[in-house]
Every structure is written in structure tokens, then in C-alpha cells.
């Protein structure tokens, strides 16, 4: 197994940051809208069959290990199995320091409901991007900003605009049904799903900054209402009907 502190700065140190910040401005539930960890790249293999690798599974304990103990965490995920087990390990580490966890399950709002043809995406992903990439690429964000920008058939991707706001919906509701005080909501994802929420809701485009793993993006009740925040000091407030 690679050694876990090599990606120290890149994996969940930002979104840890993003959630002592919310907490620190008066916030006593907040909820995170995150990637999962490290996972493995497999040639052939259908990509959300990819599990976490051994280092993915480390990071995600570590960064449990290192959220605020005095909050309950709950945990939500997208279906897909590494995104589970992120979630899975994010409340062990958190439980192993002493934290109070509930539990965590799947939520399909934050797997990739918006892809309704999955065959057609790939295939424009990889024609554009020659094959699909660790990293996103030049070509991958040519692909999303397609979709941001409406080029996209609706067919293929559902509207990113009405997406993005589904997806901040189902989290945001986290904020409305606490259990605790302080509290904190971990809902895990997929790197598509952050690029778009960036995109649609505080206008930061693909290639303002790549997502990496453990990256989040962090929702809470502020002064001027629902507040989004992320790790580049991008903050507004929303208002969500769909």
C-alpha cells in the first residue's frame, strides 16, 4: 500500500478546513457534499465497478479519525460500492476517535441519476478524451463544460442546471431533520457530481480547479440563510426550488 501522507494535502485536508470553517461562523449542523476516496483505475471495467484501493480505504479512516469529535456524523453515499465504503470508514474513523456516529446508507440523488444514457456519455467522454482518465483532462472538461453549457442532448445528460439543484436539494434537506447538536452530514459522491454542483451553483467551471479525492463542498445555515462554501472561498447563498 502506497503511504497515505504522500497525498496528505490533496486528500480531505481542504474539506476538513471547509468544515471547521462552518462550524467556527456559528454553525451547529452542517452538511458535505464530498468525493470518495482513492480508488482504482481498471481498463475495461465498467468504471463505477471500480472499488477504493488499499490507500483510498487509509485516507478515508484518516480523515474520520480527524473531523470535530464533539459532532454527531451521520453518513449518506451514492449506491456505488466505493462510495459506500468511503462513507463506511469516514464514520469508523470518526467512532475510533471517539466521535458519535448513527449510521450510514445509500442515497440515489447522490449516485449518477443524470446520466440517463451511460453508453452514449462514455462513448462521447472517450471519443473527445481518447480514453477515460485518472485525472480530468483538457478533453474531459471540454466534455462537461459541453454539458454545463447545454450541448449536451437531454437524452444523454440530464439538464445540468436542473440536476445540480436535485443534488443540493436532497443535501441541504440533511439540514432540516438533525438528530444532535453540533452535527454533521457527510453525503459521498462522485467527482461528476461536484464539477457540476461548482459549475451550476457557484459558477466555478472544470477548469477553475480539479476535484480531488475526500474534496467537499459544505452546506450550512449562516446569517444571509442556506450558505454554500468551497475550499477556494467560493460562498453564496442559495435558494433551492427545482
Avoid at 480531505?12 to 454553525?27: P, S, V, Y
Amino acid at each position: 500500500m502506497n503511504n497515505p501522507d504522500a497525498h496528505e494535502a490533496a486528500c480531505g485536508d481542504a474539506t476538513l478546513e471547509l468544515i471547521e470553517q462552518a462550524f467556527a461562523r456559528g454553525a451547529t449542523h452542517v452538511a458535505v457534499l464530498m468525493r470518495h476516496s482513492a480508488r482504482e483505475f481498471v481498463p475495461g471495467r465498467h468504471d463505477l465497478l471500480n472499488p477504493l484501493t488499499d490507500e483510498g480505504r487509509a485516507l478515508a479512516r484518516r480523515m474520520g479519525e480527524r473531523l470535530p469529535k464533539a459532532a454527531l456524523v451521520r453518513a449518506y453515499s451514492s449506491p456505488a460500492d466505493r462510495c459506500m465504503e468511503t462513507a463506511a470508514l469516514l464514520l469508523a474513523g470518526h467512532e475510533g476517535g471517539g466521535g458519535r456516529t448513527t449510521r450510514h446508507r445509500a442515497v440515489e440523488a447522490l449516485g449518477v441519476f443524470y446520466v440517463l444514457d451511460q453508453m452514449r456519455m462514455y462513448k462521447s467522454m472517450t471519443e473527445a478524451a481518447g480514453q477515460v482518465r485518472e485525472r480530468v483532462d483538457v478533453e474531459v472538461r471540454g466534455f462537461l463544460d459541453r454539458w454545463f453549457d447545454g450541448e449536451i442532448g437531454s437524452d444523454v445528460m440530464m439538464p445540468a442546471e436542473l440536476a445540480a439543484r436535485l443534488v443540493a436539494n436532497v443535501v441541504a434537506a440533511k439540514l432540516e431533520q438533525p438528530v444532535a447538536r453540533p452535527q454533521l452530514d457527510l453525503c459521498v459522491s462522485h467527482d461528476m457530481t461536484l464539477y457540476l454542483v461548482r459549475a451550476r451553483l457557484l459558477g466555478l467551471r472544470p477548469a477553475a480547479a480539479e476535484v480531488n479525492f475526500l474534496d467537499g463542498l459544505v452546506f450550512y445555515s449562516g446569517p444571509d440563510g442556506l450558505t454554500l462554501a468551497a475550499a477556494d472561498g467560493s460562498r453564496v447563498a442559495l435558494s433551492l426550488a427545482v
